[in-house]
């Protein structure tokens, strides 16, 4: 079973505009962490946001934020205000606690802004 | 600088020949990761090092494929025999005791001919 599933391969928004980017997850781990990064043409994978499975608060950065649903095993990234220099891939990530911590990452989704 | 560099940026080689790929983490950092990331299979997890160990090998596609690290920092990916299907970009991370966050640095893309 994918333990991270990112089921927009693709998604547009209009500059300015708020995107939401799904992200569902699948652990039986009780103790986990959520992380997004942002991966534009060039290749660098840029850290954006992270969550923490007891985190009672969803996660914002600037312009990001994490709609964190535990129950449901989601955790959405939400950008607002949509700028040109978004568009890149974006890849949802999982650490699992008892694993040997490193990240599980989904299929990615491209992002790209329209002016 | 202050992130993790990777070297070389770009690495093209011959099927059969052996290749090294160095990762220099965050000054201080203690745990390193190796990943792959490639059309197919998307971003794969290699092997992790706590320090100088490494308690999990179980990602290493093959025993062409071998890691070390030295003096707690400078980790070096080796694969022997490359073959075409060893093509991808090889990115490297590496976390503090005082965050969970990995930090990736630039990757080296493998061609294999």
């Known amino acids: 079973a994918q333990k991270i599933t990112q089921t927009q391969p693709g998604m547009f928004v209009q500059e300015k505009e708020a995107v939401t980017l799904d992200c569902t997850y699948d652990?039986?781990?009780?103790?986990?962490?959520l992380f997004w990064y942002k991966q534009p043409s060039s290749g660098e994978m840029i850290f954006l946001i992270y969550?923490?499975?007891?985190?009672?608060q969803n996660a914002t950065e600037g312009r990001y934020s994490l709609n964190f649903q535990k129950a449901r095993k989601s955790a959405n990234l939400v950008i607002s205000a949509s700028q040109l220099g978004d568009s890149a891939m974006y890849f949802c990530?999982?650490?699992?606690?008892?694993?040997?911590?490193?990240?599980?990452f989904g299929s990615g989704t491209q992002l790209t802004v329209l002016p | 600088g202050a992130g993790v560099s990777q070297s070389p940026s770009n690495k093209v080689t011959e099927k059969g020949k052996d290749v090294e790929l160095r990762c220099d983490p965050i000054?201080?950092?203690?745990?390193l990761y190796w990943y792959r990331q490639s059309l197919g299979q998307g971003l794969e997890f290699l092997i992790y090092?706590?320090?100088?160990?490494?308690?999990?090998k179980s990602g290493l596609p093959s025993d062409r494929f071998s890691a070390e690290r030295t003096g707690g920092s400078v980790s070096t990916l080796t694969i022997q025999r490359t073959q075409q299907e060893d093509s991808a970009v090889y990115l490297c991370?590496?976390?503090?005791?005082?965050?969970?966050?990995?930090?990736f640095g630039p990757g080296t893309r493998l061609t294999v001919l």
């Open positions: 991370a590496s976390t503090g005791r005082a965050t969970d966050t990995q930090y």
């Open positions: 652990t039986s781990d009780p103790s986990y962490g």
């Open positions: 969550q923490g499975s007891y985190d009672q």
């Open positions: 990530a999982m650490r699992e606690d008892r694993s040997a911590r490193q990240l599980t």
């Open positions: 000054s201080g950092h203690t745990a």
């Open positions: 090092f706590q320090g100088n160990s490494a308690p999990d």
